[in-house]
């Protein structure tokens, strides 16, 4: 019904900058709440950075003044601005989203979305 497809991943030294995208395209009436998330080999998948229904921004403590949130609605698309990246923000990110999905005439079903992930290295 929908996906979301992630780019912008990649390999870069510490102190350099990275920009993730996330798309969203299919049968989509709106969406609620857009979140980034990271997740290590074997570790629980931890916050990032996301948008709350109320559209409010919130942003784990450890990335807070270095990454930075936003959207363009327009284009059903997320961003994540990752400047000063420290090689302990390696992690394979995953955009989410809670989205209202159009699935009959004048029927929405609110389900929850991940994109497939993108590796992010940050050299030392």
């Known amino acids: 019904q929908v996906q979301l497809v992630e780019s912008g991943g990649g390999l870069v030294q510490a102190g350099g900058s990275l920009r993730l995208s996330c798309a969203a395209s299919?049968?989509?009436?709106?969406?609620?709440?857009w979140g980034w998330y990271r997740q290590a080999p074997g570790k629980q998948r931890e916050l990032v950075a996301e948008?709350?229904?109320?559209?409010?921004?919130n942003y784990a403590d450890s990335v807070k003044g270095r990454f930075t949130i936003s959207r363009d609605s327009a284009k059903n698309t997320v961003y994540l601005q990752m400047i000063s990246l420290k090689p302990e923000d390696t992690y394979v990110y995953y955009c989410?989203?809670?989205?209202?999905?159009?699935?009959?005439?004048?029927?929405?079903?609110?389900?929850?979305?991940w994109g497939q992930g993108t590796q992010v290295t940050v050299s030392s």
């Open positions: 989410n989203a809670r989205v209202w999905v159009n699935i009959g005439v004048s029927t929405r079903s609110l389900n929850v979305y």
């Open positions: 948008f709350t229904s109320g559209g409010n921004t």
């Open positions: 299919g049968s989509i009436f709106s969406i609620i709440t």
